[in-house]
């Protein structure tokens, strides 16, 4: 689904140079109102805080629903999850992945990127297949749900 830009070909590296990163991905249900319009501020947002934070990351918006993967030091993307949760802008957020290691950065150049998203299924289809956690089972199936009843364009909860 993501292009693999960042990555160096053909050059080894060691693992034990490179600083911790951490990394958040989760996906969340748009609220109503939240337009391309308004994921468009987001990111407009994200590209002037980021860069002082050291964060990079993606953000797929598509059907009402956010996917994001977000990347830097700990202590910045624990500040930014924290607000993540209080924003009004989206709901039923699912932690996809989250952890810390010393690797490369996954999007080096993108303080925060969006990417277009047609049809988000299948991302979140291969979330819940591999989800333990009963709220996020929940949380997925919900999303799916809405989408293959085409009420999730709409953006409302139900």
């Known amino acids: 689904m993501f292009d693999e830009y960042g990555f160096h070909r053909g050059t080894e590296l060691d693992e034990a140079a490179l600083p911790p ?11 109503d109102g939240v337009d391309d319009a308004e994921v468009g501020r987001i990111v407009e947002s994200a590209q002037r805080h980021n860069p002082a934070r050291g964060i990079t990351g993606v953000l797929v918006f598509g059907s ?19 607000s993540l949760h209080g924003d009004p802008r989206h709901y039923d957020i699912v932690a996809l992945s989250q952890s810390e290691e010393r690797r490369e950065r996954l999007y080096p150049n993108w303080d925060m990127e969006k990417v277009e998203a047609e049809d988000i299924r299948p ?8 989800a333990d956690d009963k709220n996020n089972v929940a949380a997925l199936t919900r ?7 085409g009420t999730l364009s709409s953006f409302g909860r139900s």
């Open 64 to 82: 009402g629903v956010f996917f994001q993967w977000i990347e830097g030091p700990a202590v910045q993307i624990h500040k930014l999850i924290a």
């Open 123 to 130: 991302v979140l289809q291969d979330a819940l297949e591999s």
């Open 143 to 149: 999303m799916l749900d809405q989408l293959n009843s």
């Open 21 to 31: 990163l951490y990394h958040f991905v989760y996906c969340s249900r748009a609220a």
